[in-house]
């Protein structure tokens, strides 16, 4: 069932060094059956709820995973609406600050507009995405991903 989703995500988290076998395990079971891909998206986002109590490894961890399910369709990045933008502390804002740097650094242009525009036209998250890129991403990854921002802008 679904819940193998969530032994592979504790163990992979938990694993002392990030180790691609659990990626390709999730991605493999995320194409195989849409069930393990909803199961992976709550599973997420439960640990993204339990972010403050996890170890800087595991936080570690996740974001690795996160980023490569992100990039490469496995995960949708609004999983991060569970986070409270308006109510976010310093681990909340390096762990998205991390995610979004991998996503534009890592990907082509093509990978970055379709993570990008699985947020919901006239949605909170897209203006919570964008405010968050303006204020806490840095120059340099702003002006890369101008036209990734602009496409943001016609979300919200």
Do not use: G, W
């Not at 995610?99 to 093509?110: A, G, H, K, P």
């Not at 990978?111 to 949605?123: A, F, N, S």
């Not at 998250?125 to 802008?153: E, G, H, P, Y």
């Amino acid at each position: 069932s679904a819940e193998i989703i969530n032994v592979i995500l504790h163990v992979a988290i938990n694993e002392k060094h990030y180790n691609q076998f659990y990626f390709y395990l999730l991605q493999h079971l995320t194409k195989l059956d849409r069930k393990y891909r909803l199961a992976l998206d709550f599973a997420i986002r439960d640990k993204i709820t339990d972010l403050q109590s996890l170890t800087a490894n595991n936080r570690s961890r996740l974001e690795e995973i996160m980023c490569r399910l992100l990039v490469h369709n496995c995960l949708c990045i609004t999983c991060l609406k569970v986070i409270q933008f308006s109510d976010m502390n310093e681990i909340y804002v390096q762990f998205i600050r991390n995610i979004l740097q991998y996503i534009f650094d890592q990907s082509n242009d093509s990978i970055i507009q379709m993570v990008l525009e699985k947020i919901p036209r006239k949605d909170n998250f897209a203006s919570a995405i964008k405010l968050f890129i303006a204020c806490f991403m840095d120059t340099n990854t702003k002006n890369r991903v101008a036209s990734s921002i602009q496409q943001l802008q016609s979300l919200s």
